[in-house]
Nanobody
Framework: QVQLVESGGGLVQAGGSLRLSCVAS????????MGWFRQAPGKEREFVAV????????YYADSVKGRFTISRDNAKNTVYLQMTSMKPEDTAVYYC?????????????????WGQGTQVTVSS
């Protein structure tokens, strides 16, 4: 198991950028696929991006493709979400999640380790 702690959230104007970080505890971080999800008030948690254990495979939700970039540094046990050209509809609590697998997964129920979340607010 890993424990996950997100950081980097905050308030940004539309068109701006933020970088989220998620630091994982444990020695087996490099064996985990890492995902970013988000949940807006009154809405279900939704997939944002995922990266495989080695960092050479990624996948994005259509709503963020071309604007967000997921990456990881296994030496630092950290996964990042670089968000650019942000929109008010990106406002949500952002969560990182982990699953010990070589595959990519896109739904919340497929992940068993979660961080506490970090709030991102985009003003218009």
């Amino acid at each position: 198991q890993v424990q996950l702690v997100e950081s980097g959230g905050g308030l940004v104007q539309a068109g701006g950028s933020l970088r989220l970080s998620c630091v994982a505890s444990g020695r087996t971080f490099s064996s985990y696929a890492m995902g970013w999800f988000r949940q807006a008030p009154g809405k279900e948690r939704e997939f944002v991006a995922v990266i495989n254990w080695s960092g050479d495979r990624t996948y994005y939700a259509d709503s963020v493709k071309g604007r967000f970039t997921i990456s990881r540094d296994n030496a630092k046990n950290t996964v990042y979400l670089q968000m650019t050209s942000m929109k008010p509809e990106d406002t949500a609590v952002y969560y990182c999640a982990a699953r010990s697998t070589t595959s990519l997964y896109y739904t919340p129920r497929q992940y068993d380790q979660w961080g506490q979340g970090t709030q991102v607010t985009v003003s218009s």
